[in-house]
């Protein structure tokens, strides 16, 4: 949100009360208390009156430092919060003019009479909130918002912020951090992540569930400002050093991405949305895929396994599927896994509806009413997550459908909740519009673990928020079926990545739309050099003979190519639950210290030691960057030195993909199924690195 008009003036309506001076101090154990009036106290009188700010530092862990800022206490300001972080070891010291609080390698520096904030490490100034960076904003119509900047210097970068569809740097962006369903062409997104990370080494949350408004270089160029409405708001500031430092100490607090399967990894192949289909349709699907050598790991049934006006029923249509358990005991003997689409929405029509208004399972209207509207679903409820005996009911639906066999659920929707609702537990219905998918994926999650065992459950969401990665994986939403859309899924993956999501995915071709071969070919080498590929469609099948012969080819080849790499791709995939360094980085993350990684947004690193350039042209075109030292082509074994730009044009069954030189990596040439590709011993290739096959006879393997 925006505050001021320009430099020197306040919009109209808006009177600012900023941080003025340190009044008073506390000292706890591990924790600093200040009390800081938005004026200057230059006699007692000025005591009388006026806002002041209760402004309280902590240590959540080493390296750490919240700062929470409270303005009236009598409500519950701290309610909003995400977690509530347990202080741990702090450095607290005072001089006449300055407070020094410090965290590990982490300090806090105070000016009693400015209240103005400088974060340094190790020496080096990490960040600052200047005086007049940090106060209580009273607005005209919309009541009180605390605020606070953060400066910028001069060349720093910021990135996170969710999955953001728009420029991968977010400077002189505005971003509200508030959960829609808009598609992947537009400023508004499905996953909202209050935390983002710049260039200089630190990272900053917000620790907020509701609306968060973030004004990244706009209303101040060389500043990011973030603010609330209310009475309170805390933020933590995480130093690294490095990109990978910020996020491992960030997942440490909010939760690691969890292991998913090592099935999950392989391609899965959807029913589409709109699209005709039963038992027959999606066998003569599976029986394609098996003839032309194309193997396949998950078959997913979207919306219309449930009749319509139904949704959701969690009842398979018994005019198209009328031996569903039969169904899918057929599909698991053919070696495959089954995901079946959901949502947290009861339509009217459905036989759940009833049941859950009865027994007070849906979010409601102040008036005791169930809330309703006839969007997406006529009539529909909100199953209200806050009730634990609604999600008992919810999980106990969806457990019937796992008892029938199917074995994953893709979590759809999510984002559009209001807040004009009644919440089961009293919770506020703004600050639980973000916070509901949260609850929804975890609910679903959860049931998955109890039922498949621990490391067996997988969802495909769509909607997160902070947090969100603990229940992987997430997929870019509803894109069309352009170069230009499947760009700005890169850029969503890139930018979610970088919010401490591990495992990111996308609708191969686009869904909206009929994808042109040249788009599907090069499309499907993306997809399946992401950590999790699915073929997926609005009104039209994605399988590839629809889109030629050569279509098949292209997704035999790269499928059968990412088996080979499964060895490799699950070692990284444990590396990224443990670490929470994500599977696809942005080249910032991996080369933070090559000035030219900070903007690229095209190509990315699959784990540590792959760098992959999807081909955004339909002449086979490309454009990207090799950072220093010397690279490995993955495909033909050349080598080349890096630090360069490169331009050249693949054919359909080629990309850009190279190797860094000093890797040791464990392939399954030949593999045609992942349990063979995970059973066997691994062949060694050695890049650069003696002893071992060496690159150009491990390309011929895998091309073989």
């Known amino acids: 949100m925006n505050f001021t008009d320009g430099n020197w003036m306040m919009q109209p309506g808006i009177t600012a009360h900023y941080g003025a001076e340190v009044y008073q101090v506390k000292v706890r154990e591990n924790v600093l208390e200040l009390l800081v009036p938005t004026r200057k106290i230059n006699h007692r009188g000025d005591t009388l009156g006026g806002p002041t700010l209760d402004v309280t530092l902590t240590a959540p862990a080493q390296d750490v430092i919240a700062i929470n800022i409270k303005h009236f206490r009598g409500g519950s300001p701290d309610a909003a919060r995400f977690r509530e972080f347990e202080p741990s070891e702090a450095e607290i010291a005072q001089t006449e003019k300055q407070i020094g609080f410090t965290s590990g390698n982490l300090t806090a520096e105070i000016d009693r009479g400015s209240f103005s904030l400088n974060f340094s490490a190790n020496g080096k100034k990490v960040s600052s909130i200047p005086s007049r960076g940090c106060g209580l904003m009273s607005v005209e119509g919309s009541g009180n918002h605390i605020v606070a900047q953060l400066t910028l210097v001069v060349g720093e970068l910021v990135y996170g912020l969710g999955e953001r569809f728009t420029a991968f740097a977010k400077n002189g962006q505005t971003v509200d951090i508030w959960n829609e369903d808009g598609g992947t062409c537009s400023y508004q997104a499905y996953k909202n992540i209050p935390f983002y990370m710049t260039n200089q080494g630190y990272g900053v949350f917000v620790n907020h569930t509701g609306r968060v408004s973030f004004e990244v270089a706009t209303e101040r160029t060389s500043r990011v400002q973030f603010s609330v409405p209310g009475e309170g708001l805390e933020f933590v500031v995480i130093y690294g050093p490095t990109p990978k430092d910020v996020l491992r100490t960030y997942t440490d607090l909010m939760g ?38 194309i193997p396949l790991s998950v078959f997913h049934y979207d919306c219309f396994w449930m009749r319509g006006f139904h949704w959701c029923d969690f009842k398979w249509d018994p005019d198209v599927f009328p031996d569903p358990e039969g169904m899918l005991q057929r599909l698991h003997q053919r070696g495959l896994k089954v995901c079946t689409w959901i949502n947290p929405y009861i339509a009217q029509a459905s036989e759940l509806f009833d049941e859950g208004k009865a027994n007070g399972y849906f979010l409601k209207r102040s008036n005791g009413d169930v809330w309703q509207w006839d969007m997406w679903q006529p009539g529909m409820a909100l199953v209200d997550f806050t009730n634990p005996a609604a999600v008992e009911w919810y999980q106990s639906k969806l457990e019937a459908v796992l008892d029938q066999g199917v074995d994953s659920l893709k979590t759809d929707f999510g984002e559009r909740i209001p807040t004009d609702v009644v919440y089961y537990d009293g919770s506020d219905p703004v600050l639980m519009h973000n916070l509901y998918t949260e609850l929804y994926n975890k609910a679903v999650f959860e049931l998955l673990e109890r039922k498949r065992g621990k490391g067996e459950a997988v969802l495909f969401a769509r909607s997160a928020t902070a947090g969100g990665q603990q229940y992987p994986c997430h997929w870019g939403g509803d894109c069309w079926s352009d170069f230009e859309a499947m760009a700005e899924s890169l850029r969503g993956g890139l930018s979610l990545c970088l919010s401490g999501f591990g495992f990111w995915s996308h609708d191969i071709g686009g869904f909206e739309g009929l994808p042109p071969e040249a788009l599907y070919h090069r499309w499907v080498a993306f997809g399946l050099m992401s950590t999790h590929s699915r073929l997926h469609g609005s009104t039209s099948y ?163």
């Open 256 to 293: 690691k991405p969890a292991l998913p399967p090592s099935w999950s990894f392989g391609l899965w192949l959807s029913t589409s949305f709109t699209t005709n289909y039963d038992e027959k349709t999606v066998n003569e699907f599976i029986d394609g895929m098996e003839s032309r050598g």
């Open 542 to 704: 994605r399988v590839p003979w629809a889109y030629g012969d050569e279509a098949v080819a292209v997704l035999r080849f790269f499928t059968r190519l990412k088996l080979g790499l499964m060895p490799y791709l699950w070692k990284q995939a444990q590396e990224t639950s443990q670490t929470g360094i994500p599977m696809l980085r942005a080249m910032v993350l991996e080369f933070p210290e090559d000035p030219t990684c900070a903007f690229l947004d095209r190509q990315y690193m699959l784990g540590e030691s792959l760098l992959v350039a999807p081909v955004f042209s339909p002449d086979g075109s490309v454009t990207y960057y090799l950072p220093q030292g010397t690279w490995y082509s993955l495909l033909n074994g050349e080598s080349r030195e890096g630090g360069t730009w490169v331009t050249e044009t693949h054919t359909a069954l080629s990309m850009p993909l190279w190797v860094r030189q000093g890797t040791v990596l464990e392939l399954a040439p030949g593999a045609t199924s992942l349990e063979a590709a995970l059973s066997a011993d691994p062949t060694r290739v050695g890049y650069g690195v003696e002893g071992f096959i060496d690159p150009v006879t491990a390309a011929k393997m895998l091309n073989a």
